[in-house]
């Protein structure tokens, strides 16, 4: 008996089906991929968070400081990363987001071709030693030695509310900040979702990102669950917070 062969009817029939079975399945899977590094992210969060813990605990309850500066140099000593590896005999760290895709790993924030040069002299931030980035995290200003300095809320026991004060957030990956280590919300009040945009990633995790808090866990936010102004309420000289998880004397 003579064998029945598919016809071309049938066949695009088929190749239809697979076609749109693979349309449904992979956002499925490329949004699985996006949620796997969004929880290692956090992971790697919280371990810092413990360096941090134990760092403070060896050295008068003192947070690591800041030492980064956004289109600079600044103090290397006194960047929290370098602190950490000092503290824990040079022991790699892992300070970077598996969703992070910065070019400033490799190429420096200080090239010519990143446009953040010295517009004025060339010549001098061609020859600028190069400034690569170090870490996905950056801390917050309000927690930190100031480049070196004591700030306002730099030792542990200072933090009165933990649970909802954040002290690492995603630093964005252009601009001048993609090579700091720390971010600015002191300053974001005039217009705060353009000026920490400006800063930090607001959206690398499925439209949100992590932040870690100084009870040692780390959570994935919109950012206006982190900082928002009651604007109805507020005037140039009282601003009153709906949410501002970055300075400790609020922390709600």
């Known amino acids: 008996m003579k064998r029945r062969g598919f016809t071309l009817i049938e066949l695009l029939t088929v190749i239809g089906m697979i076609v749109l079975l693979i349309g449904i399945l992979l956002p499925a899977l490329s949004r699985g991929r996006q949620m796997a590094k969004r929880t290692i992210c956090a992971s790697n969060m919280r371990g810092l968070m413990q360096a941090v813990f134990l760092y403070a605990n060896d050295n008068h309850d003192r947070i690591v400081s800041a030492g980064l500066a956004h289109g600079?140099?600044?103090?290397?000593?006194?960047?929290?990363?370098?602190?950490?590896?000092?503290?824990?005999?040079?022991?790699?760290?892992?300070?970077?987001?598996?969703?992070?895709?910065?070019?400033?790993?490799?190429?420096?924030?200080?090239?010519?071709?990143?446009?953040?040069?010295?517009?004025?002299?060339?010549?001098?931030?061609?020859?600028?030693?190069?400034?690569?980035?170090?870490?996905?995290?950056?801390?917050?200003?309000?927690?930190?030695?100031?480049?070196?300095?004591?700030?306002?809320?730099?030792?542990?026991?200072?933090?009165?509310?933990?649970?909802?004060?954040?002290?690492?957030?995603?630093?964005?990956?252009?601009?001048?900040?993609?090579?700091?280590?720390?971010?600015?919300?002191?300053?974001?009040?005039?217009?705060?979702?353009?000026?920490?945009?400006?800063?930090?990633e607001l959206d690398r995790h499925l439209g949100k990102a992590n932040y870690s808090f100084f009870d040692g866990h780390a959570g994935t936010h919109g950012f206006e669950e982190t900082y928002l102004i009651d604007r109805e309420r507020s005037t140039l000289r009282n601003i009153v917070w709906n949410h501002n998880y970055y300075n400790p004397s609020i922390g709600h």
């Open 72 to 200: 600079g140099s600044g103090n290397e000593h006194a960047a929290w990363i370098n602190l950490l590896k000092e503290h824990y005999g040079g022991e790699e760290l892992i300070a970077r987001c598996p969703a992070d895709e910065s070019e400033h790993w490799e190429v420096p924030v200080n090239s010519p071709s990143s446009g953040l040069g010295d517009p004025d002299n060339p010549d001098n931030s061609a020859s600028a030693p190069p400034i690569l980035r170090r870490t996905s995290f950056g801390t917050n200003y309000y927690t930190v030695a100031r480049i070196g300095k004591a700030g306002p809320y730099n030792q542990l026991r200072l933090i009165q509310r933990p649970g909802t004060t954040v002290h690492m957030v995603e630093l964005v990956e252009v601009g001048s900040f993609a090579a700091s280590d720390h971010v600015h919300p002191e300053t974001w009040w005039s217009n705060p979702l353009k000026l920490a945009s400006e800063e930090m």
